[in-house]
């Protein structure tokens, strides 16, 4: 045991090591992003936070709306300055420039009376989604009564392949247009392949052609497209082309008639083994379908709306000026932002030529809630149906108006051009006197002083309200 005690010499500390200096080498200077340093707490700062989304995730697709919804004027901005210009030259018959036919036929289908106006409105409205009908009622109603049943898995896989079915035609024009565009994007040999290529797509029969145009695209576009980008890493504007092209050919890959057969089949089989419903119920239903399909097959068509979508697709591709572009895009992207699954109003708009008059009017109608209907529902209270009305008459200026609706007795609160409110008494007695004539009842008119928030402040509140319950991550 002894032998195994050795005595060593003490392990001397840190402290009394000699230290090497080292030669002090100079930090390399980062060039600064002014637009990533952090911003006082101003009230400035404060404004723009209360206004966006701190608490939304930075990748959220709904913070992606929200700002993109920021960023894009309004209509009454935009097409009510294209609506009103074709008023104007086609009724300025001094107006010497030449007007195209697009242009006049927007004008003929703008001069309207009160039934017109009525007709465009519920065309509007009835005509807002591809998914209208008495079948898709029927569906909403089963999801209400099953609301965690795993019906939605079935039915959604059902209506992404109705909307590819009936969307064959525009799908296959928009690959045609991604081929077309991509062609002139990549150089050498490989755009010049892509053109040859871009020139064996069947556009004028779409339905027919569908499975040779898969067949083009899978097996030798798109391996194309793979070639080029793995030898060039291309991350120029043909790599965003060719994403669009892919989601476009991936929406055509699930567009056959023989899909939606099979996605209705297996949505009538869950209702009838998982939900139990009688076979009556599942005759209606199918019945129903095959009347949509129908339906959906003859697309509906309005004259107001079609000559304006004619105008807005023509002119976005032909005018020469910088600042129309602008407009027409602005334009063509609020039409698009309306339609998004997170809007929670349906809007209609109405340029009209009534009598020699322009007027430019639209309407917010509130989507329902389910939250908020159920919780409602379960107190016993009736929900209001909430809508927001705006028009511009260029002679007398501009009304609004915000109208709850419930059992037929309305609430409205109404702001009209100042020159007009010392007529307020007789214009809420005529406004009385219009629900009445429609079997309704305006409860109160109030009439809203000046600087009280505008419809379209009221409108975007509502949206952004809904910052804080939806975060869709991409």
Not at 90 to 100: C, G, K, L, Q, T
Not at 141 to 169: C, H, Q, T, V, W
């Amino acid at each position: 045991m002894p032998d195994n005690l050795r005595i060593t010499a003490p392990v001397t500390t840190n402290e009394s090591l000699p230290k090497i200096s080292s030669t002090k080498q100079p930090e390399s200077m980062v060039p600064i992003d002014p637009t990533k340093v952090l911003q006082p707490n101003t009230d400035k700062q404060g404004n723009q936070n209360s206004n966006f989304d701190l608490l939304l995730n930075r990748n959220s697709v709904f913070s992606k709306f929200l700002q993109q919804l920021g960023e894009t004027p309004a209509l009454s901005q935009t097409l009510q300055k294209i609506v009103f210009e074709t008023f104007s030259r086609s009724e300025n018959v001094h107006d010497n420039r030449p007007v195209s036919l697009l242009m006049k036929q927007l004008s003929a289908a703008m001069k309207m009376q009160p039934d017109d106006m009525l007709k465009n409105l519920m065309f509007q409205g009835s005509n807002h989604t591809k998914f209208s009908g008495p079948v898709f009622d029927v569906l909403r109603n089963l999801m209400n009564e099953y609301p965690e049943s795993g019906l939605e898995k079935p039915l959604a896989d059902f209506l992404k392949a109705f909307d590819g079915y009936f969307s064959i035609s525009e799908t296959t024009s928009a690959i045609a247009q991604n081929l077309d565009i991509l062609a002139r994007q990549i150089p050498g040999a490989y755009g010049k392949q892509l053109r040859e290529l871009a020139d064996q797509m069947m556009t004028e029969q779409p339905v027919n052609s569908l499975d040779r145009n898969l067949n083009l695209l899978k097996e030798k576009v798109l391996p194309l497209l793979s070639k080029y980008v793995a030898s060039t890493n291309d991350f120029g504007a043909a790599r965003d082309t060719i994403t669009l092209l892919v989601h476009h050919t991936a929406r055509l890959n699930i567009s056959s008639h023989q899909e939606v057969v099979e996605k209705l089949t297996a949505l009538l089989d869950y209702c009838k083994y998982e939900l139990n419903l009688p076979e009556d119920k599942m005759s209606q239903i199918r019945a129903m379908f095959l009347k949509s399909v129908t339906n959906a097959a003859q697309k509906p068509e309005n004259q107001l709306y079609d000559s304006l979508m004619k105008v807005l697709s023509e002119n976005l591709r032909q005018s020469p000026s910088g600042a129309s572009q602008s407009v027409y895009k602005d334009t063509v992207l609020s039409l698009l932002l309306d339609n998004s699954v997170y809007m929670p109003f349906t809007h209609l708009l109405l340029p009209l030529n009534y009598n020699g008059q322009f007027l430019f009017s639209e309407i917010w109608i509130e989507k329902d809630d389910d939250s908020e209907k159920f919780s409602k529902r379960s107190r016993g209270e009736p929900k209001p149906v909430r809508l927001y009305l705006s028009f511009d008459i260029k002679a007398l200026g501009n009304f609004e108006a915000s109208i709850a609706l419930s059992h037929g007795k309305a609430d409205i609160q109404m702001r009209c051009p100042p020159a007009l409110m010392k007529n307020s008494r007789e214009i809420g007695s005529r406004i009385s006197e219009i629900f009445a004539k429609n079997g309704l009842s305006a409860q109160s008119v109030e009439f809203l002083q000046e600087g009280s928030p505008s419809i379209e402040k009221r409108v975007l509140k509502r949206i952004y309200e809904r910052k804080n319950v939806i975060d869709v991550t991409v």
